[in-house]
């Protein structure tokens, strides 16, 4: 049984930094955001940085798609409750990679893979398209949980949630945005996580992007 003791001890401590070390790279701020870390446990761990000098976010990750009954993407995002504007410039670090793979603004009930979700993203490709998931554990449907937008190619993407209306907007610099289209969530609770993703669509690889220009108004905030 002594010699066993130690075994033990030693295996317990080792679950527990494991354990520490993820809940404190998860909780830790990053910018205006109270969290960041992967949803859905991607096979290539994902990781966010900011430069306080450019008020730039720098995203990194892997994750098999953002589609289906679950996620798997890094997630750089803050708790907020009720109506708000987000706002912000996305751009893919490197010109090569998977057609589908994606970043913008996404809005979750919870942090779980299978979690109620809306997301604004512009692909690999350029397609830029509003997609969500109305419940818990569901397939995303396509075309019935879908809007897509007939150009490609937008640095700008914008979020807005009014009541239960989520609406989409893209654009490009420094001209008017252009709306995607809207979808209630009925389902969406008033208090949510929104944030900013990167999923590589290829569980292999880990893609980059950069994302700068990042607001997040609420009724009063200006």
Known sequence: MKKRFPIIFSLCFIIFICYFNTVFSQTNPIGMFDYHGDIGHPKNTGSAQYDKVTHTYFLKGSGYNIWFNRDEFQYVYKKIKGDFTATANF??????????????WMIRESTDEKS????????????????WRSQTGENMKDPEGEIFYPEKKFEVIQLQRIGK??????GHVGEP???VGSHI??????????????????????????????????????
């Open 91 to 104: 751009e893919f670090i490197g010109a090569k990679g998977n057609d589908h793979r994606k970043i913008g």
């Open 116 to 131: 109620i979700e809306l997301n604004t993203v512009e692909h690999g490709d350029g397609l830029t398209v509003m997609q």
């Open 177 to 179: 945005l252009k709306t």
């Open 165 to 170: 209306r989520l609406i989409m907007r893209i």
């Open 185 to 222: 969530m009925e389902n969406m609770p008033g208090d949510a996580f929104i944030g900013l993703f990167i999923c590589s669509h290829d569980p292999e690889v880990i893609e980059e992007a950069r994302v700068w220009d990042v607001h997040i108004e609420t009724p009063g905030s200006e």
